[in-house]
């Protein structure tokens, strides 16, 4: 069975470049954007669309049986097609062996039975307000007060997105097996350090 | 100015083993119950009656100020007196400049201005009564139930006196730089590996 390194991160916080470092310095594969363009692919749809579809706050009206269970959803929305097409994704990934790091999804909980290395990165909001400026197109006229907004708006979406799958809160620390704020890290230097703890924990486990 | 590092810890999770451990690994000194050593040495009272005082429930009657402004409580009662003896023994540790560990009594809150790495310390449940029945003295005849029982009460005391320092709760991550799920691990290899990471982290602060 391949190494599987999953990362639930609040938005600006540095989770998906943490992620892709990790996978560079432990030579595994990296899965974030690239599952958004397999769907899109396969269902011939605008990766912008599927993202969209898939990250809005609709999440709320999904059965609760999906991705508990892996019961297909008898429904015939798009959104709730997605939603399966990840969950199947996934699942092909894990079923390749390959070591890799999965960002977002909640591949965590999807991929729970695969024994994967299970991260949440965070950081303080001025932290992932300055990461999100640093990081924002020069046509963008965004105040920080857009976006504080903006972050809090993501991450709330991304908590009803768990609920779904978990009646755990996405914060709660005993669904993964490290947290890490990255307020005052260097990602590169971070991703360095951490792939020693994560090397260890495959060791032991 | 020394290093220091705090280790707030779930009952039962090994906290305390991995402080002494990442102490030794580093060269740091370790305080845990000497704090408690040192209140009972000054104030000529019993061990056990200290530590009992300082750990139960009435910690919720002490006023909101304590540990925050750093002012002293005008009270006499022998409780609120441990506590200020608690936040001076952290503050001499601190001024000494000295390297340390600290583990317990919301030295993270109490020394902040310091800049402590602080980890947070935590396990599964089942994993937590492992501990506590292999740390079981053998005349001692608890059920797994019991156990479970006391590590609850235990946590929930330690949440109360936290809530007297701030009003974050004591499992938000937003307060720790580090969370550490220790289930899977064996302390003296978490700590070897940790201790790369805590390094990094005061090289880079």
Redesign the interface.
């Known amino acids: 069975m391949g190494k599987i390194i999953t990362i639930s991160r609040e938005f600006g916080s540095g989770g998906r470049e943490l992620g892709k470092r990790l996978a560079d310095v432990l030579g595994y594969d990296y899965y974030d954007k690239e599952i958004i363009e397999e769907i899109s692919k396969n269902k011939n749809l605008d990766k912008d669309y599927v993202e969209k579809c898939l990250d809005n706050q609709f999440w709320k009206s999904v059965p609760l049986s999906f991705g508990r269970t892996f019961t297909m959803i008898k429904s015939n929305t798009i959104r709730d097609n997605l939603l399966i097409s990840v969950q199947e994704i996934l699942l092909d990934i894990a079923r390749s062996d390959k070591d890799c790091v999965i960002v977002g999804r909640n591949a965590d909980i999807i991929l729970n039975e695969y024994n994967p290395f299970k991260i949440?990165v965070?950081a303080?909001i001025e932290s992932k307000i300055n990461r999100c400026i640093e990081r924002m197109d020069e046509k963008e006229n965004k105040t920080r007060k857009n976006i504080e907004h903006q972050i809090k708006s993501i991450d709330k979406s991304r908590m009803n997105s768990r609920e779904i799958l978990t009646d755990i809160n996405w914060?709660?620390?005993?669904q993964?097996?490290?947290?890490?704020?990255t307020?005052?890290?260097?990602l590169k230097?971070?991703a360095?350090?951490?792939s020693?703890?994560i090397n260890?924990?495959f060791?032991?486990?």
Do not use: P, R
Not at 171 to 174: E, G, N, Q, Y
Not at 176 to 181: C, E, K, P, R, S
Not at 183 to 186: A, F, K, L, V, Y
């Open positions: 949440f965070y303080d914060k709660d620390l005993s993964y097996h490290i947290a890490i704020n307020t005052d890290w260097d230097q971070l360095n350090t951490l020693n703890v260890n924990w060791m032991v486990k």
